[in-house]
């Protein structure tokens, strides 16, 4: 029995101990621990007069390309110099010459007619006034009887005549084919000996008095630039507009305007494009390299656009996805802010309502932000590289 009741009474008091000394052990100790306020840079909210630049790109062309075509037919029998792509030619400047052999005699046979029917116009004018004078009662005489309508088919055929001679004449100056404005060649197809047609393209040309770059335009940067729908400059008048473009490896810019905007939306894109024009890009207004803005160059543009007074101005980077702001409240809590932007750039942001002047906006990221979160703040970032971004960042409309 004894044997049987030791092993329990050893295991009894081991439980007991056990449960004895976890009964009594010490309570640790507990301190209560606030989460560590996360420190972010701020920026303070400002209120000034805001210029608004839209930034947006597009393709140079020309104002004025044509196809050179010839209107007769006929042999080439001689070429300009100048006749080759990008030759640079003068309005009036012969280009291609046409064998004029045929159209010269085709002149000369034109006035020999002309002369013909001058001569029959003038005999049948006096045959007229003859048989009016041998006539006794003219007045009561027939039209045929006066030689009315010999006198009207004479004077007919002398305008003929003379209208073949026009023609004829014509056809001898289109032997020699020119441009009507100084401009540049794109690219030659006839040479010397080639047999021509009427409507035959004998090569590409345009105009060198101006070239325009077409610029779409969202929503938003038709509303920066305070600009209608169909707007169209008055003579010498537009926004202006700053062209700018990597060439030779130098960074090139060249100044134009505004000048007009469609009077449609593109179904495809929703967007609306402007038209800038770049006046004597190839010769007075070169960039300032001078460098010309040459057809075909695709460049940054920058659209002067409409004023803002006392808009609230904030750093762009503060301005976070959905419109939203984070501020930090007079007790250094996050508050989480929805704002109505009117504008934005690649360094600022003009908001119309949402925010007061001198409010602490966070400009650092912040990952898993909540309402109300703990923050501390490192100070305003104003220094050299932001004031650096704010004068070297261009407006972009939001």
């Known amino acids: 029995m004894l044997q049987v009741l030791a092993p329990l009474v050893i295991i009894i008091a081991a439980v007991g101990g056990y449960a004895g000394l976890h009964w009594t052990k010490p309570e640790p100790e507990k301190k209560d621990r606030t989460p560590r306020a996360l420190s972010v840079f701020v920026d303070a909210v400002e209120r000034k007069d805001v210029a608004l630049v839209v930034l947006t790109q597009g393709e140079v062309r020309a104002g004025t390309m044509v196809d050179l075509v010839s209107q007769i037919p006929g042999r080439v029998v001689a070429v300009s110099s100048e006749f080759i792509e990008g030759g640079l030619v003068q309005a009036g ?63 007919a055929r002398m305008d003929a005549a003379r209208a073949d001679l026009q023609q004829a004449e014509l056809n001898l100056s289109r032997t020699k084919i020119a441009l009507p404005f100084d401009g540049r060649l794109i690219s030659t197809r006839v040479d010397i000996g080639q047999y021509v047609t009427p409507g035959m393209a004998l090569g590409r040309a345009f105009a060198i008095d101006k070239v325009e770059v077409r610029l779409p335009l969202s929503d938003s940067q038709l509303a920066s630039l305070g600009l209608p729908i169909g707007f169209v400059a008055a003579t010498g008048q537009g926004l202006a507009v700053s062209f700018s473009a990597m060439v030779a490896g130098s960074e090139q810019s060249w100044v134009g305007k505004l000048v007009r905007l ?69 007790a250094g809590k996050l508050d989480i802010r929805e704002v109505v932007v009117t504008h934005s750039s690649l360094t600022d942001a003009v908001i119309a309502s949402g925010l007061e002047v001198g409010e602490r906006v966070v400009v650092s990221s912040i990952r898993n932000a909540i309402q109300g979160m703990a923050l501390e703040t490192l100070g305003l970032v104003e220094g050299v590289n932001r004031v650096a971004n704010r004068e070297q960042g261009k407006a972009v409309g939001s």
Request: aromatic letters at 4%; hydrophobic letters at 45%; a negative charge.
């Open 262 to 330: 469609d009077a449609v939306i593109d179904r495809d894109t929703r967007m609306i494009y402007g038209i800038a024009e770049v006046l004597a890009p190839y010769t007075l207004n070169r960039s300032n390299q001078g460098m010309p803005l040459a057809v075909g160059l695709y460049v940054k543009a920058e659209i002067q656009g409409r004023q803002i007074e006392n808009g609230y101005v904030i750093p762009r980077e503060a301005l976070r996805a959905g419109n939203k702001v984070y501020v930090v409240d007079d």
């Open 93 to 155: 400047m012969s280009l291609v010459e046409i064998e004029p052999v045929d159209y010269q005699l085709a002149l000369a046979q034109a006035q020999a007619r002309l002369a013909e029917a001058e001569v029959a116009l003038q005999t049948a004018v006096a045959t007229a006034e003859v048989a009016r004078k041998q006539l006794r009662n003219a007045s009561q005489a027939s039209d045929l009887a006066l030689r009315k309508p010999q006198v009207a088919e004479a004077r």
